[in-house]
């Protein structure tokens, strides 16, 4: 078995990998060794730049994950042109907030397309030749949405608990061929996403009071948690959601 965290060799899809969390992971993937396809939602060009460092490298690939086509034909090629996917990570989402009297069903489908649907189907495509490869490590980004209510998040949440399930049954039909999916539960980070949330002092301040750990997330912190089980050493955590929320939940 290769160290903790030593991903050489490997290839990983990351979705979402253009800004925020996602970028953050491509980057620390391919610093512990592995070759890592950035998924984007445009041109590759625009989104992502190509890196080759060393022994690793980042390439963007396109497709949005609510076009089910589009994503298994990208997933096809990708394999087709570097053998396989060892690792996926299902982290292009979105975060919205509603008052629950108020959502339509666009905000609905919104939110579920992309954020449950999207990576459902991802997960479908790669899972296709992780299962005939006999090797897997699939990780959702899910949230602590997942595991406790959020003020004006009933969909979000619905979304994120989604993802909790999906892991935990598709470990359970996967495990037999060494594939594995596993949900990273972060609290509040702080990427372009949220941003302009955490910027104003007294939201901060009500995100930091739910925080035992007394910081804001970064982006590092969920690739620390997500490149342990993307690695080989992770193989007997299978359906288990992790968070990464400094005890929010436990609380
Ligand atoms: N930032 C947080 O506080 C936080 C906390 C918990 C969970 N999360 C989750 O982490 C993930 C990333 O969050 P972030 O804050 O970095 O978000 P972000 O908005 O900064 O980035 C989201 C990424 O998803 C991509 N994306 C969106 N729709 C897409 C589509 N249809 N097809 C392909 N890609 C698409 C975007 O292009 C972008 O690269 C999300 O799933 C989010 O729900 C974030």
């Not at 979402?16 to 620390?28: F, M, N």
């Not at 060794?33 to 490298?57: C, K, N, S, W």
């Not at 963007?60 to 609510?66: H, S």
Request: hydrophobic share 45%.
């Amino acid at each position: 078995m290769s160290s903790i965290g030593d991903l050489s060799g490997r290839i990983a899809l990351v979705t979402g990998a253009s800004r925020g969390i996602g970028q953050s992971l491509a980057t620390a993937l391919a610093d512990a060794g592995a070759t890592v396809l950035a998924g984007v939602r445009g041109e590759p060009g625009r989104e992502a730049q190509a890196r080759e460092a060393g022994p690793a490298a980042i390439h963007p690939i396109a497709f949005d994950v609510r076009d089910v086509d589009a994503t298994r034909r990208a997933v096809d090629a990708a394999v087709a042109e570097h053998g396989r996917i060892d690792i996926l990570v299902n982290n292009a989402g979105l975060g919205r907030e509603h008052d629950p009297l108020e959502v339509t069903e666009a905000d609905w489908d919104e939110l579920h397309d992309v954020n449950l649907k999207g990576a459902f189907f991802v997960t479908q495509a790669v899972g296709r030749h992780m299962v005939a490869a006999r090797y897997g490590r699939i990780v959702m980004i899910s949230s602590q949405a997942s595991l406790v209510g959020l003020p004006r998040s009933a969909v979000y949440c619905a979304t994120k608990a989604g993802l909790n399930g999906l892991a935990r049954t598709l470990a359970l039909e996967w495990a037999p061929f060494g594939v594995t999916v596993n949900c990273v539960a972060p609290t509040w980070i702080y990427t372009p996403g949220t941003a302009g949330r955490l910027d104003l002092p007294d939201f901060r301040q009500s995100v930091l009071d739910r925080i035992p750990v007394g910081r804001i997330g970064q982006p590092a912190d969920v690739a620390a948690a997500v490149t342990f089980l993307a690695s080989e050493a992770s193989g007997l955590i299978t359906g288990a959601v992790l968070p990464v929320d400094g005890g929010w939940t436990v609380q």
